[in-house]
C-alpha cells in the first residue's frame, strides 16, 4: 500500500512538472534561441554603430560645413552607444570651431553687419525679421549658420558667431554624464559671457562660482576628454577673480586699495566652500592682501601668478 502511494505521488510531481513546462516553454528554453537572439541584436547594434561613426568620421575629413555635420548626428545619434555619441559631439564642437573665423569674416562682408543690426533688437536677432532680408546669399547663409548650431553674439555693437550649446541640450539623453556637465557650463558661459571686450559683466560673486563649479567639474570627471578646455576656463575664471581685467579693476586706481565688495567676495567664497583648492588659493590671497594692507602692488602681482600656477597643477593632479 504504501509502494503504490509512494508511486501515485512519483507520478503526480511527474505530471506537475509536465504540466508547469508546458505553460511556461520561455523558460525551459534558457539555452535555447533567446539568449542567441539577444546576443546577435548586440552584435548587429555594434555593427551599425560602426557603420554610422565610419560614415561620420569620412564625412567629418571631407570639409563639410557645420550644417551638414549636425544633419548627419540629428539623424543617427539616437542609434549609437553613448561613447559613440560622445566621439560624434566632441568631433562636431572642433569643426564648429575651425570655421568661426570664416564665418566671421562672412558676416563682416559689405554692409552685413548694418543688415544684422537693422534686424536686431537690443542686440538681439528678430528671427521674423530674418525672412525681410533682401540679399537672398546672405540670408542662406544665415539659415546654415543657424543650422550649424551657431547664434550671433553682439560684442560692442558687431556680430560674431559662437556655439550656440543650448542646441547641444539636445543630444543630452544620448551623452555620458561628463559631456551633460560640460555643456551645461559652455551653455551657462555663452548664454551670459562673463567679459564682453576687456570689462567684466557678472559680479564678482557670480565669477566666484564659476570657477567652483568648474572645478567641482574636473573633481567629478578627473579623466573627462575636455579636460583641457575645463582647466583653460577655470584659468581665465581664476586670472580675472584675482587680478580684475582692464575696464573692471578690483582696486581703485588712485589708492590701489582693493575694493570691500571684491574682498567681500574672496571671504564669502572661503566661508561657503570646504576642500576646495580655489578655496585654498583664495585664502592664500586673502593673507598675501592683508599682509599688504589690501593695496595692490609688485608683489600682489607676483603673488598671483604663482597662485595660479598653483591652482592649475593641482587641478591636473586630481
Known sequence: MIKKKKCLIIISLLMLLLFMTSCNPKKSNTNGELPSKSVNGVKNRAKDEG????????????????????????ENISVVSKDGALEMIEKF????????????????KDDRQVVLNRVSDKGKLDMDKINSIEDEEFKKFLDTLL??????????????PVIDYSKYKEYNKYLPEEM????EIKNIEEEN???????????????????????????????????????KLYGDYLLIYLQGVKDTQ?????????????IASYKKLVSENK???TKDIVEKY????????????????????DLYNEAISRLEEL
Open 286 to 305: 586673502l593673507e598675501v592682501l592683508e599682509e599688504n594692507e589690501n593695496k595692490m602692488n609688485e608683489e600682489v602681482e607676483g603673488k598671483i601668478v
Open 180 to 183: 551633460v556637465g560640460y555643456i
Open 147 to 160: 543650422e550649424g548650431k551657431y547664434k550671433l553674439s553682439n560684442i560692442e555693437g558687431a556680430f560674431y
Open 93 to 108: 564642437e572642433q569643426i564648429q570651431e575651425s570655421y568661426i573665423e570664416s564665418y566671421s569674416d562672412k558676416l563682416f
Open 193 to 231: 559671457p562673463f567679459l564682453i571686450g576687456t570689462s567684466l559683466v557678472i559680479t564678482w560673486d557670480e565669477l566666484g562660482d564659476r570657477i567652483i563649479a568648474v572645478e567641482e567639474y574636473l573633481r567629478k570627471y578627473p579623466d573627462t576628454v575636455k579636460i583641457e578646455d575645463m582647466l
Open 275 to 277: 576642500n576646495s583648492i
Open 250 to 262: 578690483n582696486y581703485d586706481y588712485d589708492t590701489k586699495v582693493v575694493y570691500d565688495d571684491v
Open 51 to 74: 557603420k554610422i561613426l565610419t560614415e561620420f568620421n569620412k564625412i567629418a575629413s571631407e570639409n563639410k560645413e557645420p550644417y551638414e555635420i549636425a544633419h548627419f548626428i540629428d
